[in-house]
């Protein structure tokens, strides 16, 4: 990948390849998006454009040593086209897979809420044509709702459960919830019916991951995916407008990072993988926030 015609000299990457060396097999590290112009330095060589990042910038991420994953967030308010997928999948290294949101339509309140039908057909079917060697977990990601619009959590795992069952078996699923009323234990045992991942979130208005991890039955799939997004009681805009551009650590938070370890290790006990998705936000700067997570795995090995 070239950002221009006098393109700057590649990142030293030689501590970060010596610490990537010792990620234990099962487990993957990644970021939430990877379109951030103030990772330059950190990521990118130079100072690349956001432009110049959304059109080729996954190519150079996949190729730091720290990740093995990423996230694709966009996907949340759209289905990607077969000709998105295609691009992504140009710029990604054999064996490099993704944890994908899917649409948004399938997980609100409406006329296509766990449909399926509409699922296989709007999301699931560019995704095996034209991604299928780089699809990780596909991240089903529900809305936040009111007392008043919150299903009877009982019908809820009902309808999950009905919903996974008539999915193809050959893709990863994962559920995250943004209420923790639905995560009752007819949750998990629907989850855990279809092989289905719990997603451990540190979102400012859930559990810790630690309590989550506490449930009986959390581990609900054969691959645990957390996401490390928002530290509790702290909004989205909040968080964003104190940590822009995203370029260093403003708030390391040794007890999300200790949590986020004794998942791994719970993981590793039960021979489940272990997806580790990290936002910007909980931070300053997720990049850094994978650097000092994988110091902290690694410690404990």
Same mark, same amino acid.
């Given at each position: 990948? @070239? =950002?221009?015609?006098?393109? !700057?000299?590649? *990142?030293?990457?030689?501590? &970060?390849? $010596?610490?990537?060396?010792? +990620? ?116 089903? @990601? =529900?809305?936040?709702?009111? !007392?008043?619009? *919150?299903?009877?959590?009982? &019908?809820? $795992?009902?309808?999950?459960? +009905? ?139």
């Amino acid at each position: 990948m @070239q =950002f221009d015609l006098f393109p !700057p000299p590649p *990142l030293d990457t030689s501590a &970060d390849a $010596a610490l990537a060396a010792k +990620r234990p097999p099962g487990l993957f590290l990644g970021t939430s998006s990877w379109t951030f112009p103030g990772w330059g330095g950190i990521v990118y060589r130079g100072k690349p454009t956001q432009d110049t990042l959304i059109k080729y910038g996954l190519e150079e991420y996949a190729r730091h040593p720290l990740f093995n994953t990423v996230a694709i967030d966009r996907s949340f308010y759209a289905p990607l086209s077969p000709d998105e997928l295609k691009r992504y999948a140009a710029q990604l290294p054999a064996g490099f897979r993704c944890v994908m949101k899917v649409w948004n339509a399938v997980t609100r309140p409406g006329p296509q809420f766990l449909d399926p039908a509409f699922f296989n057909d709007a999301v699931l079917a560019p995704v095996d044509a034209a991604f299928r060697d780089h699809i990780g977990p596909l991240l089903f @990601q =529900f809305t936040p709702l009111s !007392p008043s619009e *919150l299903p009877r959590p009982n &019908d809820f $795992a009902f309808k999950l459960d +009905r919903f996974f069952s008539r999915l193809p078996k050959t893709f990863q699923y994962a559920v995250e919830l943004r209420n923790a009323e639905l995560m009752t234990p007819s949750y998990f045992q629907a989850l855990t019916r279809n092989d289905v991942a719990h997603v451990f979130n540190h979102w400012e208005r859930m559990p810790s991951v630690a309590e989550q991890l506490a449930h009986q039955g959390s581990l609900t799939g054969p691959h645990v995916v957390c996401r490390l997004l928002i530290p509790q009681g702290v909004g989205y805009e909040e968080a964003r407008e104190a940590f822009a551009p995203f370029d260093k650590l403003q708030a390391i938070d040794l007890e999300m990072r200790a949590q986020a370890r004794a998942l791994w290790i719970a993981c590793k006990t039960a021979g489940r993988s272990l997806s580790i998705i990290v936002n910007n936000k909980a931070e300053g700067s997720s990049p850094l926030t994978v650097r000092g997570l994988l110091e902290t795995i690694v410690e404990s090995e």
